[in-house]
Structures are given as structure tokens and as C-alpha cells.
């Protein structure tokens, strides 16, 4: 089957450093992308990543490894509006591309 | 705001009533998607149109029917839902199947 592995909950202090993984199981792996997610808000795209490495953008990053099943986004200098839901999803591709979502990671950040 | 606009925000309805959920977006996207939200569950996908013609319909009860009737328009039509259906149902739109989604807001419903 395909599955999507990231911790429930993380608390962090307002200008550190936190790391959010996601492993996956899943076949047909055709990239894999991080949402942040306000409470009542859309779910927003922050990163995409198809190859090994890492992608950073500004105050965020993201790293995978294929071989591995595994990502993570990394968050630095931590502010308070970072305070959300952080989303892994896979898309993969069987005949057509299908979207599996991860239960999300939701981020404290405390003062 | 992403371009994508879903009304209503929020939705209390009755299990015997027949209600529609609406979403649109101008930004010149061929895929649209159906996605249900519901707490501590991963995001599910329900349904994909692409080109107005549906192409994912994963395994969700009749009880629920997708409409397209154009590329900038999708409707989620409800009836007699069960209150486990209660969830935020989310749309989202791309530019095709393989390009980055946005999210609309979500319909928050109720299902009582």
C-alpha cells in the first residue's frame, strides 16, 4: 500500500531551528511536495522536490532522498506566525498521477 | 486568497437534505480536485476533472456527486450524508495533473 509517516505534534522556541520528517512508502514516486496549513486556511504550497538533495527557500528547506523514503522541511529562525499544520504529500503515477497526503505535522512555536 | 473560491465556508445540513458545494477559479487551470479533510486523518482525495472530464474517483460513496461543468468550475453535490461525513472539504486547482496545486479555503460542513 502507500503511506506517509510524520510526527503528530512539535513545539519549538521563536527564533531556533526545527526539523519536520516524513518518510514514505509508496510505488510509482513522482515527486514530493510540503503545504503549510493555518487552522481555517488553505493549505499553502511551500516546496517540491523530484531528485536527492535539498531545495532551500529563504527561511525554509527541503531535503529528500529516494533511496531512502525519506524527507524533511527544515524551518529556521522560527517566528510565530509559523505556528501550523505542515503537510508531506507524494504524488506518484500508476496510469494516471495521484496526490497521498501525510496526517500533517502541526508546529508550535512558543516565545 | 489562492484563486480558488469555494462557497459556502460553512455548511450545516441535515442528513435527509440535498445541499451543493462550489468552487471556482479564473486562473486558467485544466485540473480540479475534490479533497476531504478530516481531523486527524490525512488529507483524502475524492475526485479529479481534467479538461472538464473526470479522471480519479476514489472509491467515495455515491452519496456524494462531482459536477465540471467547465474548466473554472466544480460542484460537490450532497445527499443524505452521514455525520462521519462531517469534515473541511477542500478544492484545489492546477495548471494540469502534474504541476503544483492550489487550495481553496474549504467548506467546513456539518452534518447533523
Known amino acids: 500500500g502507500q503511506n506517509i509517516d510524520q510526527p503528530t505534534e512539535m513545539t519549538a522556541t521563536e527564533g531556533a531551528i526545527v526539523q519536520i520528517n516524513c518518510t514514505y512508502q509508496t510505488s510509482g514516486f513522482n515527486g514530493l511536495f510540503w503545504y503549510q496549513q493555518h487552522a481555517g486556511e488553505a493549505p499553502t504550497f511551500l516546496s517540491y522536490?523530484?531528485?536527492?538533495g535539498l531545495e532551500e527557500k529563504g527561511r525554509f528547506s527541503s531535503f529528500l532522498s529516494r533511496s531512502k523514503g525519506y524527507s524533511y522541511l527544515l524551518l529556521k529562525e522560527l517566528q510565530m506566525k509559523d505556528s501550523a499544520s505542515y503537510l508531506c504529500?507524494?504524488?506518484?503515477?500508476?496510469?494516471?498521477?495521484?496526490?497521498?497526503f501525510g496526517t500533517g505535522t502541526r508546529l508550535k512555536v512558543l516565545a | 486568497e489562492t484563486g480558488v473560491t469555494q462557497t459556502p465556508r460553512h455548511l450545516v445540513m441535515g442528513m435527509t437534505n440535498k445541499k451543493s458545494l462550489k468552487c471556482e477559479q479564473h486562473?486558467?487551470?485544466?485540473?480540479m480536485y475534490w479533497y476531504k479533510q478530516s481531523a486527524k486523518k490525512p488529507l483524502e482525495l475524492m475526485f479529479v476533472?481534467?479538461?472538464?472530464?473526470?479522471?480519479e474517483n476514489n472509491s467515495v460513496p455515491s452519496r456524494f456527486s462531482p459536477e465540471c461543468p467547465n474548466s473554472s468550475h466544480l460542484f460537490l453535490h450532497l445527499h443524505t450524508l452521514q455525520p462521519e461525513d462531517s469534515a473541511l472539504y477542500l478544492c484545489?486547482?492546477?495548471?494540469?495533473?502534474?504541476?503544483?496545486?492550489?487550495f481553496g479555503s474549504g467548506t467546513r460542513l456539518t452534518v447533523v
Open positions: 504529500a507524494v504524488r506518484v503515477f500508476s496510469g494516471t498521477y495521484k496526490y497521498i
Open positions: 484545489a486547482s492546477s495548471q494540469d495533473l502534474t504541476t503544483v496545486s492550489l
Open positions: 522536490n523530484v531528485l536527492d
Open positions: 476533472y481534467s479538461l472538464e472530464e473526470r479522471v
Open positions: 486562473l486558467g487551470h485544466n485540473a
